[in-house]
């Protein structure tokens, strides 16, 4: 049924769309870095002002502008489409008249939202490295508190931060497949999933709700930033690896929970 799924959503508009789209950012990045070229500002720590110094940096600065958004966007239209468009359709009955269980359903399309986000962020990693290399060459990583990394370090450290900005996005999977799974509407699901997003990012932003912030969802997004430091850090990146679990455990245990309550037949 993974397989079966896989193959289905792959070759759907959509997926192309989608990943296009992510292919398509990282590229409109370096163009615009190219030719809107200034001198630095020291003052600047971002990985936008350090971009041209290696073709390495532009996949880490496309990372950092696509995962608190743009990603969150297409990957909850990923997984709040897996059980809604099946039941807007009218095909969700069809699926479950096979001797396949509802559990067994969910789990074969909770996986390919999962496969699918993997590949749309590294198409965001690879798609700016292959046109950061192009424009910026091969140069050891420069980052914005202007210390330098090897080729061959900032690569696998690039496929780490690759890696951990899929893995936030687990918990925004989790939520948009909850409620895809209670709605008929995709919008809805993936309205909901994206809403919830942009409400943590802003109650992360009021330093006021101190220590209380770390338990939202986005908190540790930005933490594999830490690996790229003068002082290299991984407890925010292993934080922000554990804070995804009880988000993941709580909205699927709601979706199996209510899936297998609903009338599938309404």
Known sequence: MIRVELV???FRLRTYIA???MAFIPVLLTLAVEFGRR???PQEQSFFAVATASGLNVPLAALT?????LLVVVVAAFAGAAVSEEANWGSLRYLLVRPVSRSRLLFSKLVVSFVLTLIATIVITMAGLVAGVIFFGWHPVLTPSYHAFSQSEA????AVATLYVAWCMSGVIALAFMISTMTDTTLGAMGGAVGFVLISHIINAIT???SARTLLITHYWDAWEGMFGRRE???DLISGVFLQLPYIIVFLALAWWWFHRRDILS
Do not use: H, N, Y
């Open 155 to 158: 690569l696998w450290k690039i």
């Open 233 to 235: 850090t991984t407890e």
């Open 19 to 21: 990943l296009g789209v």
């Open 8 to 10: 289905k959503q792959l």
């Open 65 to 69: 502008a696509t995962s608190s958004f």
């Open 208 to 210: 006021t709700v101190g």
């Open 39 to 41: 001198p630095r500002d």
